[in-house]
């Protein structure tokens, strides 16, 4: 199955699911929680506030080496929005990609999409845990605080 096909299924909208692919086109869906959705919206809203220009973005579809990943939240500079725009999925990760734990997720799992993120290159990818734990990685690995925006607290 292709991104294009998933995001035109009539029968794949409005689930309470958020929906990935593997490489090999299989659905992946993630069950929603009110948690996920309050620190979502905190992260979008303080993102916006704290960066000057590009584009905050929800639920960002990337094309990665293991097929269609959905950043939680993620920022595009002005320069990465005018050479991308709207395509779906991204060929390539703005700058800031946030995942957020969600009840089915496992460690492994989320480090992976950390590492896909990066791989398509993004320069920051921000994983926030139950109780708001906010880990950042660069290239790097771990970092003790973001590099692109100072002070970020949920």
């Known amino acids: ?17 958020k929906i990935e692919l593997n490489k090999f086109g299989q659905l992946l869906m993630s069950p929603a929680s009110n948690w996920h959705g309050t620190v979502q919206a905190k992260i979008t809203a303080k993102l916006s506030s704290h960066l000057k220009g590009g584009t905050v973005i929800t639920e960002c579809s990337i094309r990665t080496s293991d097929g269609v990943k959905v950043a939680d939240v993620a920022w595009g ?18 700058e800031i990609c946030v995942e957020i734990f ?3 997720n496992t460690e492994e799992g989320i480090m992976q999409k950390v590492e896909l993120h990066l791989a398509k290159g993004a320069q ?6 139950e109780g708001k734990k906010l880990r950042f990685f660069d290239h790097k690995g771990m970092m003790k605080s ?3 925006v100072a002070r970020f607290k949920i």
């Open 1 to 17: 199955m292709e991104w294009a096909e998933v995001i035109k299924n009539p029968m794949l909208r409005n689930l309470p699911f």
């Open 102 to 104: 969600s009840p089915s």
């Open 146 to 148: 973001s590099k692109l």
């Open 124 to 129: 920051e990818v921000w994983v926030v845990a």
């Open 77 to 94: 500079s002005d320069e990465f929005m005018e050479a991308h725009g709207y395509s779906t999925p991204y060929p390539k990760a703005p």
